[in-house]
């Protein structure tokens, strides 16, 4: 473990209303090393999702670096940081974010359509997937037929299908009752012992944050540098 | 490309919504054939009309008469082939709606200068033979269900009294422009009833019909003939074919530029719902491209679900619209027949409705596409439901 394997070096973050500047993360820096599973906890507004997104590379900072895994996220056009995300990161979203027109298992099939593999490949992952998330049974169903925690246990396969380094995960036990908060804690956390994912997870549920290795904490843009016992 | 899967699955989403949007461009598309089809049908006449025909008709007016006599002179002009005469009966059949067309004509004549009206020789024969005989067109014959040696009558309006006839021949177009929806009878049972009741009409024509054998000397040749009438009761006024048939279309010009516009008007509408449609959709959807951008589709992607949606949608509601044309011209055809002579839906119709669909279908998608491709995934992303 040379080199971290996800690195933030002075990032800054200001978004523009007309002409007024909102800034919204203040210098951060920050190094995990791979096989990390970090709980990033912080109020609201603080700027937790802003940091997710720019470590996702679906926006951009407004100055400083995002590298993952020796790669200057920053630096890459539109194009090469669309097939970025799609080789490295897996998301996963507070309301799940499932295409309500097709099946859990077209869902978890959804980003492997940008791969080359052949549809028995795809067969064959999206269903080692959504057996890992324990939904292998309603691969026909179609997400207004699945309860909330099973839709974010899906949106958990289709993060995982095409087998990212990085798992990104914003609030996701956020919508869910406890029980099924506690399934997706649960898979999160197999994920990072049994596949070894590095896994940055946002969420104001202590219980959840417990899971992880570490804790952080975002205040008004800026990263504590140490872990915090609290939870926001 | 695999995207077709999902542009299927969103299209069928709102089906309702999918369903009424095809249906507005169906009705609108057929609304569009029907139109065009009509403004063809006004120039089908002039479309038909022989270049080497001229028409002689009274100076003042259509309504006006020129005296049979003048045949001889006008004969005598140098490039002169060929001369018939025609003049309009005007009588009912059964029921004064069923109008058609009747022309009393030199029975001797007339059929030698209309090679487009094909007959089988023995009902010529027979044509030329009995005194009562008529000649009508198929498409005529059809529509009130006549065969050979049915015995027709007619009430005359112009011409007062009952007027028997005989059904013997029927003929059919040479070309599809061809008018297959008229009445010859002819000209001299006309006349010699007229001498015998009503001396001052008989020996009377509408129209001479003169064949020439170059077309190029047609002006000349009119103004010749026409040279011939100056100062007399009766001045002429000669013309092609052709322009005789657009005075016909000029007489309704605003008619038929009123048409024209409509028909484009017609185009903005469907523009107009399909573009509402695709509006509502892109608008429903900013969160779906916004995720799928998070997954590493790209711009082209998301062009290919908007543009395909929308062409696909605009593509069956012009076919359809397209195939819903024939039955409305079948039913407007059999109850206002008699008024368009020739009413056929050409194949240059039904290709500009489909690419008007097409084209409709590009536009409308124009503005979601730009709006789903342009959006940062961030602020897609923020929106929820
Ligand atoms: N696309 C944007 N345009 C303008 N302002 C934005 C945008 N995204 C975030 N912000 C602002 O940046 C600040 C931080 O937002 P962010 O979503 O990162 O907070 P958060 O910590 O995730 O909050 P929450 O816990 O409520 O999800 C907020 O003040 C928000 O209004
Ligand atoms: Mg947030």
């Known amino acids: ?232 | 490309m695999k995207v077709l899967k999902l542009v299927s699955k969103n299209t069928t989403r709102h089906l309702l919504r999918t369903l009424l949007t095809i249906l507005g461009l169906a009705i609108a598309v057929m609304a569009f054939a029907i139109i065009r089809t009509s403004v063809d049908a006004w120039y089908a006449g002039a479309e038909a009309s022989s270049p080497n025909r001229l028409v002689v008709t009274n100076n003042i007016s259509l309504v006006f008469t020129l005296p049979l006599a003048y045949r001889e002179k006008i004969a005598k002009v140098d490039g002169v082939t060929g001369l018939s005469w025609a003049h309009w009966f005007g009588g009912t059949y059964v029921d004064p709606k069923n109008f058609f067309a009747q022309f009393a004509v030199d029975h001797n004549t007339y059929l030698d200068l209309y090679p487009e009206y094909l007959i089988p020789p023995q009902q010529l024969a027979t044509f030329l033979s009995e005194r009562n005989a008529v000649i009508v067109g198929r498409q005529l014959a059809d529509r009130f269900g006549w065969s050979l040696g049915d015995p027709i009558t007619l009430t005359g309006t112009i011409y007062p009294g009952q007027w028997e006839f005989v059904i013997r021949g029927i003929y059919t177009g040479a070309e599809e422009t061809t008018d297959e929806s008229q009445w010859f009878m002819r000209f001299d049972y006309l006349d010699e009833r007229m001498r015998a009741e009503m001396p001052p009409r008989a020996g009377q024509v509408g129209s001479f019909i003169v064949q020439i054998a170059d077309p190029s000397r047609a002006a000349q040749m009119s103004a010749t003939i026409d040279s011939l009438f100056v100062n007399s009761l009766a001045e002429t006024k000669t013309q092609t074919e052709e322009s005789f048939q657009l005075s016909f279309v000029a007489m309704a010009s605003s008619i038929v530029t009123g048409l024209r516009i409509v028909s484009i008007m017609v185009i903005g509408i469907i523009l107009l719902v399909l573009a509402n449609t695709m509006a509502m959709t892109a608008r429903e959807r900013v969160s779906e491209y916004a995720l799928m951008k998070t997954l590493g589709f790209r711009p082209i992607h998301i062009l290919g679900l908007i543009f395909g949606e929308s062409l696909f949608i605009a593509g069956v509601g012009g076919v359809l619209g397209i195939g819903l044309a024939f039955p409305v011209k079948w039913l407007l055809e059999t109850n206002v027949g008699g008024f368009f002579p020739v009413f056929t839906i050409e194949a240059i119709t039904l290709m500009l409705g489909i690419v008007a669909s097409l084209a409709v279908g590009l536009v409308a998608a124009v503005f979601p596409a730009l709006k789903a491709v342009k959006t940062p995934i961030v602020d897609g992303l923020r929106i929820i439901e």
């Not at chain 1, 690195?7 to 203040?26: F, G, H, T």
């Not at chain 1, 940091?51 to 400083?64: E, K, M, Q, T, Y």
């Not at chain 1, 799609?86 to 097709?102: A, C, E, R, T």
């Open chain 1, 1 to 232: 473990m040379s080199r971290p394997f996800v690195q933030l070096q002075n990032v800054n973050k200001s978004y523009w209303r007309d002409s007024l500047e909102i800034p919204v993360l203040n210098d951060v820096n920050l190094d995990l090393p791979e096989g990390e599973f970090v709980a990033l906890m912080g109020p609201s507004g603080s700027g937790k999702t802003t940091l997710l997104n720019l470590i996702a590379g679906i926006d951009r900072p407004s100055s400083g670096n995002v590298i993952v895994r020796g790669q200057n996220v920053s630096r890459l056009s539109e194009g090469d940081l669309a097939r970025w995300r799609s080789d490295n990161i897996g998301f996963v979203f507070q309301f799940y974010n499932l295409m309500p027109v097709l099946t859990a298992y077209e869902n978890v099939e959804l980003p492997l359509l940008l791969t080359k593999l052949s549809r028995s490949e795809r067969r064959r992952q999206v269903e080692t997937a959504l057996s890992i998330v324990g939904l292998a049974d309603r691969m026909k169903h179609y997400p207004n037929q699945l309860s909330g925690g099973q839709e974010q246990r899906v949106a958990i396969a289709r993060a995982v299908v095409t087998d990212p380094v990085l798992i990104l995960a914003d609030e996701p036990t956020g919508d869910l009752d406890k029980v099924s908060a506690q399934e997706v804690m649960d898979l999160l956390s197999r994920l990072n012992h049994e596949f070894n994912k590095t896994i940055i997870m946002v969420t104001h549920d202590p219980r959840a944050a417990e899971k992880a290795h570490t804790q952080r904490h975002l205040d008004k843009g800026v990263l504590n540098s140490h872990e915090s016992p609290q939870a926001g």
